[in-house]
């Protein structure tokens, strides 16, 4: 499922302002889906079976009240960071989690990278949109080549 306008304007744009800016702390991961692979990606970990990040509240609250889902069914909330390059990358096909989940991403910029799914359906990334499947549908991301960052925050959670 597909929304555009996911957020209220002023949640978004204050999520926008600080994770565009050069104070957002950006960490190096050398891989996007698994493990030994060739890609890399910069991300920062908001929650992953704990409280990882300051930027928490800020980030995850309003997209978990957005969701209706509590708290304690969250798995992971991450920030996602893909590089401009010059073709886009396709990253290893994947699902996030072996148990069953949700993923809702959202974009929080517009550019050319996308999502992919397993049957070739494409989720473009434009701002404030987000897509809310079920998580053992296998994905990846693609990389841009139009904007110097993509940003997508995703969150997995139990239903």
């Given at each position: 499922m597909i929304q555009t306008s996911f957020l209220e304007e002023n949640y978004f744009k204050e999520m926008q302002t600080h994770l565009f800016s050069n104070d957002f702390p950006w960490y190096f991961h050398n891989s996007v889906a698994y493990?030994?692979?060739k890609d890399f990606v910069f991300a920062h970990i908001l929650y992953y079976n704990k409280l990882s990040s300051d930027?928490?509240?800020?980030?995850?609250?309003?997209?978990?009240?957005?969701?209706?889902?509590k708290e304690d069914k969250l798995i992971r909330a991450k920030v996602n960071g893909y590089t401009r390059n010059d073709t886009p990358?396709?990253?290893e096909i994947h699902t996030d989690f072996e148990k069953?989940?949700?993923?809702?991403?959202?974009?929080m910029n517009t550019n050319n990278g996308y999502t992919e799914f397993e049957d070739g359906k494409k989720f473009q990334s434009i701002e404030n949109s987000a897509i809310i499947f079920n998580g053992k549908i296998k994905h990846r991301s693609v990389t841009q080549t139009d904007e110097r960052l993509r940003?997508?925050?995703?969150?997995?959670?139990?239903?």
């Amino acid at each position: 499922m597909i929304q555009t306008s996911f957020l209220e304007e002023n949640y978004f744009k204050e999520m926008q302002t600080h994770l565009f800016s050069n104070d957002f702390p950006w960490y190096f991961h050398n891989s996007v889906a698994y493990e030994g692979e060739k890609d890399f990606v910069f991300a920062h970990i908001l929650y992953y079976n704990k409280l990882s990040s300051d930027y928490y509240k800020l980030i995850v609250l309003p997209i978990l009240d957005k969701l209706k889902v509590k708290e304690d069914k969250l798995i992971r909330a991450k920030v996602n960071g893909y590089t401009r390059n010059d073709t886009p990358i396709k990253h290893e096909i994947h699902t996030d989690f072996e148990k069953q989940h949700e993923v809702c991403l959202l974009g929080m910029n517009t550019n050319n990278g996308y999502t992919e799914f397993e049957d070739g359906k494409k989720f473009q990334s434009i701002e404030n949109s987000a897509i809310i499947f079920n998580g053992k549908i296998k994905h990846r991301s693609v990389t841009q080549t139009d904007e110097r960052l993509r940003v997508n925050i995703n969150i997995n959670y139990e239903r």
